[in-house]
Antibody, heavy 118, light 107 residues
Framework: QVQMVQSGADVKKPGASVKVSCKAS????????LHWVRQAPGQGLEWMGW????????NYAQKFQGWVTMTRDMSISTAYMELSRLTSDDTAVYYC???????????WGQGTLVTVSS | DIQMTQSPSSLSASVGDRVTITCQAS??????LHWYQQKPGKAPKLLIY???NLETGVPSRFSGSGSGTDFTFIINSLQPEDFATYYC?????????FGQGTRLEIK
């Protein structure tokens, strides 16, 4: 069965970077795009961008260009999202999600809470 | 960016009720719209894709319709497990955007 398992919660200081991992299993990792979506406490969903695990190509929401980096390691079927220059506004749950046919997200990771606090 | 406006932001209903949520796009998105359910502390779950197609395994009491800029999501005969927050999401163009969510509470 398809599973997306993310790394655990993290606490960072303002100005630091965080790297969240998403390990996929139960399907061909390189066959589906992976997206990252975040959700601030009590707020809605915000799309950050996608990575093509096969080619490594990425597409970031304009808001995040220059401070998010999405990568992957095909050998271990794992995608990564790194966010730099963190501020308190980046405190959120970060989700990875697999894109099914038609830009919908059919499988999600369990979410990773990133807390930015001095 | 395409703005997605959901209505209402929250509503209270009882088990057995019929509930309607609307989602309006700021421009024509054809039928490039999906609906998700999210329960507290959990990841969203896909319910409806391409405006009206039921995801595999989702109960038939959930349905969606619409095209262009106006979309409707209906839950017939609410069940206790349906109390959650619902989001629409467009994929007509990047960036992908979501509605602000509709919180469905027990009356």
């Amino acid at each position: 069965q398809v599973q997306m398992v993310q790394s655990g919660a993290d606490v960072k200081k303002p100005g630091a970077s965080v790297k969240v991992s998403c390990k996929a299993s139960g399907y061909t990792f390189t066959g589906y795009y992976l997206h990252w979506v975040r959700q601030a406490p009590g707020q809605g969903l915000e799309w950050m961008g996608w990575i093509n695990p096969n080619s490594g190509a990425t597409n970031y929401a304009q808001k995040f260009q220059g401070w998010v980096t999405m990568t992957r390691d095909m050998s271990i079927s794992t995608a990564y999202m790194e966010l730099s220059r963190l501020t308190s506004d980046d405190t959120a749950v970060y989700y990875c999600a697999r894109e099914g046919l038609g830009f919908f997200f059919d499988f999600w990771g369990q979410g990773t809470l990133v807390t930015v606090s001095s | 960016d395409i703005q997605m406006t959901q209505s209402p932001s929250s509503l209270s209903a009882s088990v057995g009720d019929r509930v309607t949520i609307t989602c309006q796009a700021s421009q024509d998105i054809t039928n490039y719209l999906h609906w998700y359910q999210q329960k507290p502390g959990k990841a969203p779950k896909l319910l409806i894709y391409d405006a009206s197609n039921l995801e595999t395994g989702v109960p038939s009491r959930f349905s969606g319709s619409g095209s262009g800029t106006d979309f409707t999501f209906i839950i017939n005969s609410l069940q206790p497990e349906d109390f959650a927050t619902y989001y629409c999401q467009q994929y007509d163009e990047l960036p992908l955007t979501f509605g602000q969510g509709t919180r469905l509470e027990i009356k």
